[in-house]
């Protein structure tokens, strides 16, 4: 996450995804016995790592991608449809229309794609076998409160697709807690978790998570990045298809901040100066093409010049169609003057008629008009193909006459032609004259600017008030209060001295502060309180799950063994210190059906189908 202050513009760096390396199986992780491989199965990334004490074996995830699967319709030449996982993606907006999360919320419930993730992060950790057998042990992190149903799908595909000898399930925020304990946090305190797609408010009381006064929140990271391209859309609708998610994303994660007081901070961006100071700018791509003219005299020149004799060929070509069309006319009037030569009377006056003409006088009148005409176009006709051949520059087109007939020539016509007239009027440019850039009416570079304001602090608002897209939900503080008010005061005091944050949304700046300011107003007057922020809000749970692989590698405490899943079905749960609370099903004993006997006593109006009795 990026600091508040300062302003400036700065670049969109739309960094691509390299593809995940294909590594090679350390020998550490199989002697003296199978390491643990820890999975942090997360809705917006997945981690894989070892936990190993061999000192050959990196003690950090070796995997990391996201929980992303783009599967196509069908690939070329008929073969299936293609996949491709997490960072073989490259770039996510191509294929924006494609992409699958196999989580509902925080919860996996498509086991397809995630076997699929699971596929593709074993392959590259170099545990790909032709039977798909992983013969190591695994720790995967799973949502608080995690449904039954969800676990029993996710122990189906270890147990029966990958066939691990043991697991263990934990909740990825208590890792994370459990991790940060080593510096000497109490055992107990109240956890605030945020990641993608909820947010969680766990109470935790001597290392045990308290699960019946646990509560949720369904605003993330996910609700936050679809809320900020909305506002930035309808801010700049010429760079609607510009603002993808992905450029949200970015601007979440480094140019966002939370407000210690969100009136306050708005009433600051209303002063000019403080925006001017705060804002910042978002440059987009754009082409600098536009920005000027690099054409030289004599290229524009011979544009010129292609432009005239475009516009001569077109005349020229109007003239020969006119002159066909008056040409017919002619020929027709000639005819109908032959009939009254020929003594033909009745079609003579029938073709008057026709032609809308009273008198013989009147039809030589427009026979000599017509020739008259054609005579001019013919000559124009003539002028024009020796003027080409003379010098096209200073030449202009002209417009032909007015058809003395009554067939006058279009206004567009006209208006068409003399649009270039300014164009071939001016004179030529001297050869020796500098060549200047046309100057744009506006700067370019500032257009393809998205300037972020108040969008910077009002995006991470809507973890404390939802309503601002229109949830109906309490925010972190009051959900807080809830959760507090339901435990005595001996043990309110106790959750409050350890509020850890953890979680991918609470790295924005200013959320450790905001949090201690909201305790304050809701806590009684002089008692105190501690607001502790996870050394690495992303990595710590996955840290947590391998130091408890480790140290629980050798116990039975936590991990489920094929045994138990065949014994116990597969939503069965070992609890541990950083586990859900298992609570089996239980399904309602039915009471034993009572048999009637044949000489039993009807009721009063019941019919008996003494057919189907017989049969």
């Known amino acids: 996450m990026a600091a508040t202050g300062g302003g400036g513009v700065f670049p969109f760096r739309d960094a691509r995804w390299d593809p995940d390396p294909t590594l090679e199986a350390l020998p550490g992780v199989r002697l003296p016995s199978p390491a643990p491989l820890v999975l942090d199965n997360g809705s917006f990334q997945l981690r894989l790592g070892w936990a190993s004490s061999d000192a050959s074996v990196p003690g950090e995830p070796l995997l990391r991608f996201r929980s992303l699967v783009a599967r196509s319709r069908g690939a070329r030449g008929g073969a299936g449809p293609e996949t491709q996982v997490g960072n073989d993606l490259g770039s996510p907006e191509p294929l924006r229309w494609l992409l699958r999360s196999p989580f509902d919320r925080n919860v996996p419930v498509q086991m397809e794609l995630q076997e699929l993730l699971f596929d593709h992060g074993f392959q590259r950790l170099g545990l790909a076998s032709q039977q798909g057998r992983v013969d190591h042990p695994i720790v995967v992190t799973e949502a608080v409160c995690n449904p039954l149903y969800s676990r029993q799908m996710m122990s189906e595909l270890l147990f029966e697709c990958y066939q691990v ?27 605030l978790s945020s990641g993608y797609q909820c947010t969680h408010i766990l109470p935790v009381l001597d290392g045990r998570l308290d699960a019946r006064n646990c509560k949720r929140i369904n605003i993330g990271g996910c609700q936050a990045a679809l809320y900020l391209q909305r506002l930035l859309q309808l801010k700049y609708p010429g760079h609607f298809a510009a603002i993808t998610l992905s450029r949200v994303e970015e601007i979440l994660h480094e140019h966002s901040y939370v407000a210690e007081d969100y009136k306050d901070e708005m009433q600051k961006w209303r002063s000019p100066e403080y925006y001017e100071n705060n804002v910042h700018k978002m440059q987009l791509p754009f082409s600098n093409k536009l920005l000027g003219s690099t054409l030289t005299s004599e290229e524009k020149q011979e544009r010129r010049q292609q432009q005239l004799r475009r516009l001569q060929e077109l005349n020229a070509r109007r003239r020969e169609e006119k002159l066909q069309l008056d040409q017919e006319r002619l020929d027709r009037l000639l005819y109908v003057q032959e009939l009254l030569e020929d003594g033909q009377m009745d079609q003579y006056h029938k073709a008057l008629v026709e032609l809308n003409m009273d008198s013989a006088e009147e039809l030589q009148s427009y026979i000599h008009k017509l020739s008259l005409v054609i005579e001019q176009t013919k000559q124009k006709i003539l002028q024009a193909e020796a003027s080409v051949e003379v010098d096209v520059v200073d030449s202009k087109p002209e417009i032909p006459d007015l058809d003395p007939l009554g067939g006058e020539q279009s206004i567009e016509d006209v208006e068409s032609i003399n649009e270039f007239e300014p164009l071939f009027a001016e004179e030529q440019p001297e050869a020796e004259k500098p060549v200047t850039t046309v100057q744009p009416v506006f700067n370019l570079a500032e257009y393809h600017q998205l300037f972020l304001g108040t969008e910077r602090i009002r995006v991470p608002e809507i973890l404390f008030q939802p309503s601002l897209i229109g949830e109906e939900q309490a925010g972190i503080a009051e959900t807080m209060q809830f959760v507090l008010d339901r435990y005595p005061k001996e043990q309110q005091e106790k959750l409050v001295q350890n509020v850890f944050l953890t979680g991918g949304n609470m790295m924005y700046p200013g959320m450790k502060a905001r949090i201690h300011k909201e305790l ?3 806590r009684p007057f002089q008692s105190s309180f501690q607001v502790h922020l996870a050394s690495n809000p992303v990595l710590d749970a996955w840290y947590g799950a391998r130091e408890w692989a480790l140290q629980y590698m050798n116990h039975e405490e936590g991990w489920i063994t094929r045994k138990d899943y065949e014994e116990k079905g597969g939503e069965y749960l070992k609890e541990h210190c950083a586990s859900n609370v298992y609570v089996p099903i239980r399904l309602p004993k039915q009471a034993p059906r009572t048999v009637e006997t044949s000489g039993s006593t009807k009721a009063p109006g019941t019919v008996t189908n003494n057919a189907s009795e017989q049969a």
């Open 165 to 191: 000898p043991k697991a263990s399930y934990g909740v990825d925020s208590l890792f994370s807690f459990r991790h940060n304990q080593r510096q000497g946090w109490p055992s107990s305190g109240l956890v």
């Open 520 to 522: 304050l107003e809701m």
